[in-house]
RNA sequence: GGCGACGUGGCCAAGUGGCUUAAGGCGUGGGUCUGCAAAACCUAUAUUCAUCGGUUCGAAUCCGAUCGUCGCCUCCA
């Protein structure tokens, strides 16, 4: 299996420190706003990414932080009038409903900056102990220049930076390059005490710290958005093994953006839309197969037409998921042969491939078309053919990838049981024999209205049920 | 200024030296089925991969130049 990994710019064969056991963090949202789809698709991928490692046998942990202390939730808190507290707690469950409604897998852990502090200090005094961060009137800074390695995930070299053309200079670094581990507090600021005083964590120190409290010194894979690469990454690395003089991660892996009208989806840009927002007018599967469409490192134009197509996409997944599901309780009729088996490879080999979902996708639709075209060409097909075909969807589509739903699919199914709708369906059988085709449909149009489709076939008329 | 990514059909997108006479999704034209529709299937939709040169028996894929787009170097997924 072959992992891009950024610390090198190119893919590598995927080799865990301590097989089957994969250890990944991936760095999540600061809990002071909804979370826009930008941010989604990170989140999303990293999901399917181990929703793939569990594929392949490896018992995963995965560790999501929720930075809940920084400059924007202070300033946002102050603005409403609440505390930065009250402030986390809101967005952090609206993070947790958002995450179901995208139907990820909740992560093992969710640690936060505010529960580690002691971690954070401990780290700190590490670096301050070894001479690599100094203390200037209570802030705390973190010497670039006492660390070879600074620069190697992102490439740059120090003295090429434009310092200071974006940022102003803050005088008491050593360096400009230099970043505060440690932020002396302000008044009126919230703050932890320390043995430097009342202050709070730089924003780069609460991932070093929990990476390593909860996956270990050394991680298997470290994720997040392309935009953190420089400097948060850097910095993460440059703290963590300046610590332990131990490697931080092995597998670095970058998403990414997503773009409206070829822009960065930004907050500050305010050309954003949550993904609250955009999954209350579409399926979390039409969302996802826009994501899966496109390669995880590759930036996507997000637009109306793009989510709007995936939902077509969406729908003929479901329309064959749906006739599989009814096939399965066929306990007679015919056997077909037919290779499943051909279509699990391919599925992999795409997947192997630095997780080339693209790829995978278009495996999975080759599959929809075969057996489409099996169940139209044949009668009465016996149901170990469906569940076989359930079997290869269900772990792939669904269980990887999550677009497909199968435990929806099957209680919309039971939900639309309803009496009136089959006596509906009864009444324009009726009329159809008498040729009534006004009549027919009128009772189709009524049902439609509510959100019913009729399918006529051979063997009489099916119903399901509308996407949002 | 430095670093990096990218430019493939009407739209999105995979492929990165011969398996590809360029996957897959959406759209569009034609057909099968149907009272009509829907769904599904079949079929047609790029002699061509930004442009120009070069390497090679062979290039969308490698090299060079040019044009264009985007990102990072500030908080950011």
Partial sequence: MLVYNTLRNRKEEFVPINPPNVTMYV???????????????????????????????????????????????????????VSTKELTLRYEKAFMDDIKIFKMKPADLYPKATEHMQEIEDLIEKLENKGIAYNVD??????????????????????????????????????????????????????????????????HIECSAMSMKHLGETIDIHAGGNDLIFPHHENEIAQSEAATGKDFAHYWMHFGFLNIDKQKMSKSLSNFFTARDILTQYPAEALRLLFVQSHYRSPLNFSKELIESAKKGTEKLNN???????????????????????????????MDDDFNTSQATGVIFDFIRDINRIISENENINFS???????FLNSTANNVLGIIDFDELRTVEKDEDDAWIVEQIEARTKAKLDKNWQLADEIRDVLSDKGIILEDSKNGTTYKKKLI
């Fill in 27 to 81: 760095c999540g949202p600061t809990i002071y706003d909804y979370f826009h789809i930008g941010n989604g698709r990170t989140f999303v991928m990293s999901d399917i990414i181990r929703r793939y490692l569990i594929y392949k046998g490896y018992n995963v942990k995965f560790v999501m932080n929720l930075t809940d202390v920084d400059d924007k939730i202070i300033r946002k808190a102050v603005q409403e009038g």
């Fill in 138 to 203: 209570g802030n705390i800074f973190y010497d670039v220049g006492k660390f070879k390695g600074y620069g190697k995930l992102s490439g740059k070299k120090t003295d090429e930076l434009e310092i200071g053309s974006r940022v102003d200079i803050n005088e008491e670094k050593r360096n400009p390059l230099d970043f505060s581990v440690w932020k002396k507090s302000k008044e009126g600021e919230p703050f932890w005490e320390s043995k430097w005083g009342n202050g709070r964590p730089g924003w």
């Fill in 385 to 391: 053919f469906y569940e076989d075909a359930f079997n």
């Fill in 320 to 350: 064959l998921s749906m006739l599989i599901l009814k096939g399965i309780e066929n306990k007679n009729g015919n056997i077909i042969e037919y290779n499943f088996q051909k279509y699990f490879n391919l599925f992999s080999e795409a």
